[in-house]
């Protein structure tokens, strides 16, 4: 099965800006959830998607968003981005049951705010 | 308020020794663990994990220990490799409910050979 996948890899922004990062996720896996990591805070959850429905929410201000589509591809964006914001930006899928529900990892997008 | 908590950021061991990673977490309704690990400019890739109901999972020279009087586990990588060098996350939910998957800051282990 192929991975997670996350686009783009790299990306540079200026504050201001918006953008939009994707994922998606193992064939098969209904949920997928992000994550903001930086280097003090660590991973942060940001949200959870599960067919189609945004099921969990992080402390994380209104600047974030994320949608699911039918195919269980997710995307996130940020408006008006920060120099705050400049992160590695994760996505996880999972089957999306509860309980002992693994989430596998995309390799993250760099976000640079200039 | 940081609900799984690594408290120490790095970790250095001689190649052939045993690791030793803590985590410490407040919650008490967390009943599933994770560990995860982390090389540069990839995502965290799953290691092990441990439900509530064991205080004790293996796979090969990775073990997960689980006290939950204690809120504490530790995972033990017996023998080291250089290969195991990376940043180590802990991660935490509650079994069966809607809980979000919670993450320590993580550990950076380092392996000398």
């Known amino acids: 099965k192929a991975g997670v996948t996350q686009t783009p890899r790299y990306l540079i922004k200026t504050r201001g800006q918006q953008v939009t990062l994707s994922c998606s996720p193992i064939?098969?896996?209904?949920?997928v959830s992000w994550y903001q990591q930086t280097p003090g805070q660590g991973l942060q959850f940001l949200f959870e998607y599960f067919s189609e429905t945004q099921r969990n929410k992080g402390n994380f201000p209104g600047r974030f968003s994320g949608r699911q589509f039918s195919n269980s591809r997710s995307e996130m964006n940020v408006s008006t981005l920060e120099l705050g914001d400049s992160a590695l930006y994760l996505c996880?899928?999972?089957?999306?049951?509860?309980?002992?529900?693994?989430?596998?990892f995309g390799p993250g997008t760099r976000l640079t705010v200039l | 308020d940081q609900q799984v908590k690594q408290n120490s950021p790095s970790l250095s061991v001689q190649e052939g020794r045993i690791s030793i990673l803590n985590c410490d977490y407040t919650n008490s309704m967390f009943d599933y663990f994770l560990w995860y690990k982390k090389y540069p400019a990839e995502g965290p890739t799953f290691l092990i994990s441990i439900s509530s109901i064991k205080d004790k999972n293996e796979d090969g020279r990775f073990t997960v220990f689980l006290n939950k009087s204690a809120k504490h586990l530790s995972l033990h990588i017996v023998p080291s490799q250089p290969g195991d060098s990376a940043v180590y996350f802990c991660?935490?939910?509650?079994?069966?409910?809607?809980?979000?998957?919670?993450f320590g800051k993580g550990m950076k282990l380092t392996v000398n050979p």
């Open positions: 996880a899928s999972s089957l999306g049951d509860f309980g002992t529900d693994t989430q596998y």
């Open positions: 064939s098969g896996h209904r949920s």
């Open positions: 991660a935490a939910s509650a079994l069966g409910g809607s809980e979000k998957l919670v």
